[in-house]
């Protein structure tokens, strides 16, 4: 093994471990945070939010319908959180020697972080994304159930009371929205592993095959 290539492991086995599970719960909650490339989708998926909102604050029923919207995107969060762990697992379970030193190679186009690193990092974000969102849920549920089967917080002035829930449900459902939408990541890295996988097996048999042949 070359010298620049072990020091890269070595560096790479470093970052690893460098950052606590705090700081990489903040920094997946900051991976969601608007920039030029996400502005446009935040935008889109608040527009969604408000639309969503506005119609549950219209309802008769309001706080029922709120309790079944947020009952099914907690039900969609928790199987997706399973789908995603299952995928951390097959992840963690087709590392071979061969293919962890491919992935251990820096990528030029990530500022030297190593695949491994990257997608490593992906599937923590993700899952911390969704065990937040999922926490959202139950403090919902609590909230409403406390509430009661109305929803009027402030006495007298249904109005308010609407445009206070508007104003509280529009950052929830568009930290759903992004959290779900999220999930194309998940299915990215998922196969660009099992590409790089098969890729590894077919340089061994060309190999073994190679061997064979002398």
């Known amino acids: 093994m070359k010298k620049e290539e072990m020091d890269s492991i070595i560096s790479q086995a470093k970052e690893i471990g460098e950052y606590s599970s705090t700081k990489l719960f903040i920094a997946a909650i900051k991976s969601l945070c608007p920039n030029r490339k996400s502005i446009f989708r935040i935008l889109i998926f608040t527009f969604i939010a408000l639309a969503i909102a506005v119609s549950l604050a219209l309802l008769n029923e309001t706080n029922s319908k709120i309790i079944k919207v947020i009952e099914l995107i907690n039900s969609v969060d928790l199987v997706i959180l399973g789908l995603v762990f299952t995928g951390y697992t097959l992840f963690q379970a087709i590392l071979k020697k061969e293919l962890l030193r491919t992935l251990l190679a820096s990528d030029e ?106």
């Not at 249904?158 to 299915?187: C, D, G, Q, R």
């Open 109 to 214: 186009d990530s500022n030297q972080t190593s695949t491994f690193v990257r997608v490593d990092r992906s599937f923590y974000y993700l899952m911390s994304l969704y065990f937040l969102n999922i926490c959202l849920n139950i403090l919902g549920l609590i909230f409403l159930i406390i509430v009661g089967g109305k929803w009027v917080l402030i006495p007298h002035n249904i109005l308010l009371s609407n445009a206070f829930f508007v104003i509280i449900s529009v950052p929830y459902l568009t930290y759903s929205l992004l959290v779900i939408w999220e999930i194309k990541f998940f299915i990215y890295n998922l196969s660009e592993l099992f590409n790089l996988n098969i890729k590894q097996l077919m340089l061994n048999i060309i190999k073994e095959s190679e061997n064979e042949d002398k």
